[in-house]
């Protein structure tokens, strides 16, 4: 199953992700994840991007490209991957499209999931992050047993420094201006597939199974 999530910040891709890809077997490209590591590790690219996602904008296509093509050369790509936030820009859907042609693969869907914007900021600024698992918890509508720590592993959680209501806001924007012009054109190519993401969990991750799986 090779898949792209798109949809406004808070939304629900990363969480979705997470459950789709136990079921295909097929591994998660996050390009947020990929640069939150980097700032993390402290690494040239990190450094290079950090100021993007502190203020909430993209971070440049060049920056942002040749990554995700290496990454989908690796092997474990063979059977199928999953693009959470990738392709953000119509120049980053059009580069991949060639990549993809290059490698005699196409999508299955791209899946949009959509949700009013007051809801996108409840859900973002509420979100907490475990420090070393990654495990998303959300402080209203996913809580941890116990206040401010993972189920998982015990450690503690976070908040994404971009999850800060302004920063969030200005994701929003930027996502409206630059990223929801996709919809057109995966719409176009006719594998898009909108998805209510105001459910539950549950109840998303189930409509997104029934609409791949029809
Ligand atoms: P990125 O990390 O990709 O962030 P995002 O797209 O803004 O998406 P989020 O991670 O905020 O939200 P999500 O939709 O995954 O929601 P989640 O499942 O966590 O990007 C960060 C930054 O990196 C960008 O701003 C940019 O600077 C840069 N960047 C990344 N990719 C780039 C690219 N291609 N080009 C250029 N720059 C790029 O859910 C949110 C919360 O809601 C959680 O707490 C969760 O528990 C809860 N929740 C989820 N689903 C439900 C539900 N159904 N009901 C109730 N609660 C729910």
Redesign the pocket.
Known sequence: MRLI?L????????????AIVKRYNIPHI????I??LNIKENTPLGKE?KS??D???????E??VDI?KDRLKKSDCANGFIL??????IN?AEVLDKELAKMGIELDAVIN?FLDVQLLIE??V???LCKNCGA????K??PPKQDGICDICGRELYQ?D??KEET?KK?IE??LTQTKPLIEYYKDKDILVNID?????E??FNEIINALEK
């Open positions: 999530l949809g406004p910040p808070g939304a629900g891709k990363g969480t979705q992700a997470s996050s390009t947020g994840d640069f939150r991007v993007y996602l203020a909430g904008i993209l971070v440049p296509d920056l942002v995700v959470d936030g990738y392709p953000r820009t980053q999931i859900r973002a509420g979100r907490r998303t918890y959300h402080i509508f996913h994404r971009d999850d969030v994701r930027v996502y993401g105001a459910q539950s969990i109840d998303t």
